[in-house]
Nanobody, 124 residues
Framework: QVQLVESGGGSVQAGGSLRLSCGVSGRTFSSYFMAWARQAPGKEREIVAVIRRNGGFTYYADSVKARFTISRDNVKNTVYLQMNRLKPEDTAVYYC?????????????????WGQGTQVTVSS
């Protein structure tokens, strides 16, 4: 059984930074595409950042491009999301997700495993 555990959420003022971490246990971490997704109240969950198995490819949603950075450590079985220049509209529950299949990486339904989420609140 694969388990994903996020940490690092919290409250910050606009313009500030946070770093999220997601530890993965179970099957071989390096086999997975890893993603960070978020869900704000009343909105659908959306993929905001993706990193390929070896870290050689990354994808960012337009809303976070140039502000967020996804990275992974295949030795520590951990994926990170560095969030800079945070905005109030970044307020959401952030989820870590893992995908083994070949489905499109920016579609939430294609992810096989999800963490429990961590709250990020950005005040103006």
């Amino acid at each position: 059984q694969v388990q994903l555990v996020e940490s690092g959420g919290g409250s910050v003022q606009a313009g500030g930074s946070l770093r999220l971490s997601c530890g993965v246990s179970g099957r071989t971490f390096s086999s997975y595409f890893m993603a960070w997704a978020r869900q704000a109240p009343g909105k659908e969950r959306e993929i905001v950042a993706v990193i390929r198995r070896n870290g050689g490819f990354t994808y960012y949603a337009d809303s976070v491009k140039a502000r967020f950075t996804i990275s992974r450590d295949n030795v520590k079985n951990t994926v990170y999301l560095q969030m800079n220049r945070l905005k109030p509209e970044d307020t959401a529950v952030y989820y870590c997700a893992a995908k083994l299949n070949s489905g499109i990486y920016y579609v939430t339904e294609n992810y096989d495993y999800w963490g429990q989420g961590t709250q990020v609140t950005v005040s103006s």
